[in-house]
């Protein structure tokens, strides 16, 4: 096959003549008319989306926050392209690798912001962070400012940048249940100094769910001549936004989790004029490029994880993104709303819905995360996972479109009887 012609081949996904493809395709036209907000809570629309997953029937799986499965649709679409990349070998390599790859980072810009020269796909948010922390220019005595709460590997590498270069490492705590949007930006802006240079906060905190205003905070840290640097491990294809209205200077995002690419894809946002600011962390194969590329190399690697991106966005367009957030937020407010007010169970993400979405945490006081996450699993069939750090004390809870209020409802009914000591 000609470069050409193979370049032509691949700007359609895998699938859609598939029987799955059509399905869901011919669903979506059924519904195209309800709004999201009423569709979230159609459970005939999403137990047709389910057939679309292969669900282990084991336990009621509420631990999608580590790595969302990938709908069998996309899967099929990966699959297609191992086989393909196998068939084509070096030649693939040497002729349309990077070009295939520009393509789906510029798709990846076009669906959630920023330009094809700003955004590229690394293999996971914790390596595009890594990429903004370890190449900052740093100077002795510059001071980084980030949250406990914060992802723990990040929070290290703020640490080695400090053994390296003498920077100072101011970390704050965001509150768990706050009032207003002012609550946290001033407990930002409380810890800068003339010698801040880089804020890191977490778009949406990992461990509870809460969303923060972090456009807020991108003004107020700019009007010091502070950079911030959002991790949203959590955020693409969660809830809708787009990176360039937030007003951030780096943004970076896992896409095996709410994207659902297949592992091995992450996505980092350099906006144009800081590009060159960092260093790389691995040198490319041409230095000193004004564009992200500069910052993107990291030798040979699985290019059909880079092709299955198509088949994940074909597949979110087609839920899309607003009925995908209100149903993530519907499911956990349908849990969430039935447990805040029950004695012994703590929530610990915060009850108005702008502040989440499908992610929230809760706690059985007395209790032990890890050992709640046992009791789940062994006594009522439900995985998740439980944590005790940075004051939060709880296990995280997070459903996906899939999941069913009947399954949640197993979920009540099992926490209030931890909290009623009736286990």
Known sequence: MKKREFLKSLAFTSLASSASFKALSETMQVYAHVPADELAKDEAFWLKVREGYRLKTDYINLENGYYCFVPQETLEGYIKWIREINYQGSWYFRTVQWDNKDRAAARLADTFGGTADEVAITRNATESL?????????????????AHQDYGSIKNMFELVSRRYGVVNKIIDVPLLPESDEEIVKVYEDAITPNTKLIMVSHMINITGQILPVKKICEMAHKYGVEVMLDGAHCIAHFDFKINELGCDYYACSLHKW????????????????????????????????????????????????????????????????????????????????????????????????????????????????????????????????????????CRITPNIYTTPKELDVFVNALKELASGTT
């Not at 890594?130 to 980030?146: M, Q, T």
């Open 130 to 146: 890594d990429v903004i922390i370890s190449g900052y220019p740093w100077e002795k005595g510059d001071e980084a400012i980030f």
């Open 259 to 394: 994207l659902s690419v297949p592992l091995g894809a992450g996505l980092l946002y350099v906006k144009k004029e800081k590009i060159n600011k960092i260093w790389p962390l691995m040198a490319p194969y041409q230095l000193d490029q004004a564009n992200i590329k500069n910052l993107n190399h990291t030798g040979t690697h699985p290019v059909a994880t880079d092709l299955a991106v198509n088949n994940a966005l074909d597949y979110y367009e087609k839920i899309g993104a607003n009925r995908k957030e209100e149903r993530l937020r519907y499911l956990q407010l349908y849990w969430s709303d039935k447990v805040r007010d029950v004695p012994g169970i703590m929530v610990n993400t915060p009850a108005d819905p702008a502040r989440s979405c499908g992610i929230a945490n809760v706690g059985i006081k007395g209790m032990e995360p890890t050992e709640m996450a046992k009791i789940l699993l062994d006594g009522y069939g439900i995985y998740t996972v439980g944590i005790n750090y940075a004051g939060v004390v709880g």
